[in-house]
């Protein structure tokens, strides 16, 4: 057998991954939010049940994540609950125990594949710096934040795209635990939307009925690089 036909039999056995980069949402994808949100609960003054469970109705609405504060402190606005919690030292971030035990694994192994690793979301300029200080396994970090526009915006996933330079939009993958922010826009922009079901955003909206069911869906991000393989 001569050398070509040698190189010919070796591709084709090889695997071949038509998604050349992924891209991971944040909270609930990578990173359990419970404590930041716990958090919020006690420097509200209110017990943590009586937060998730609001939090829990503004999701069944399809409202706003932030709403949750608008209905338990309606006299002040966020972004001054925000300032004021920061100058008590109790600023947004991001620890290593806070990330899932699949996440940094996945990453680690598409990357040593050779995807592209993008992690963005809706997230704080501490979110992002976060990630960059604890040296996640990752080409591109970027927020809604730095973007200055937020999922379900095109004009995110547009983003996304010109980030990869050069890619196809259906080279792409963008995954995330939110069936309106994440899945639904990310299809719509021509990517590969691998929706994962954990968090509470990704249960209820799952049992809300007012989502067509994604065409890629996993419960763990250790089953990411398998699904990814196969597409």
């Not at 056995?13 to 939010?33: N, Q, R, S, W, Y």
């Not at 991001?94 to 997230?123: E, H, M, S, T, W």
Request: net charge neutral; glycine share 6%.
């Amino acid at each position: 057998m001569d050398r070509r036909k040698s190189a010919l039999s070796i591709q084709l056995h090889l695997p071949h991954m038509t998604i050349k980069a992924a891209f991971f949402d944040v909270g609930e994808t990578l990173v359990d939010e419970s404590r930041d949100w716990a958090g919020w609960a006690d420097y509200l003054g209110v017990s943590r049940l009586t937060f998730f469970a609001t939090l829990g109705a503004v999701i069944e609405r399809g409202e706003h994540h932030r709403i949750v504060f608008n209905i338990i402190r309606p006299d002040i606005e966020f972004s001054e609950l925000s300032r004021q919690r920061r100058m008590q030292g109790e600023s947004y971030s991001i620890r290593p125990k806070d990330f899932y035990p699949d996440a940094i694994p996945c990453l680690a192994r598409l990357r040593n594949d050779g995807v592209l690793i993008g992690i963005a979301g809706n997230q704080p300029l501490e979110a992002e710096h976060a990630l960059r200080t604890l040296g996640v396994p990752a080409d591109i970090v970027a927020s809604s934040a730095s973007w200055r526009v937020e999922k379900p915006a095109p004009a995110f996933f547009e983003r996304v795209i010109a980030a990869t330079n050069g890619l196809a939009p259906s080279e792409i993958a963008y995954v995330g635990d939110r069936l309106d922010n994440d899945i639904e826009p990310a299809l719509q922009a021509g990517m590969v939307p691998v929706f994962i079901r954990r968090g509470p955003w990704a249960h209820v909206q799952s049992a809300s009925r007012r989502f067509q069911v994604p065409p890629h869906v996993i419960d763990e991000l250790t089953s990411l690089p398998e699904l990814l393989r196969r597409l």
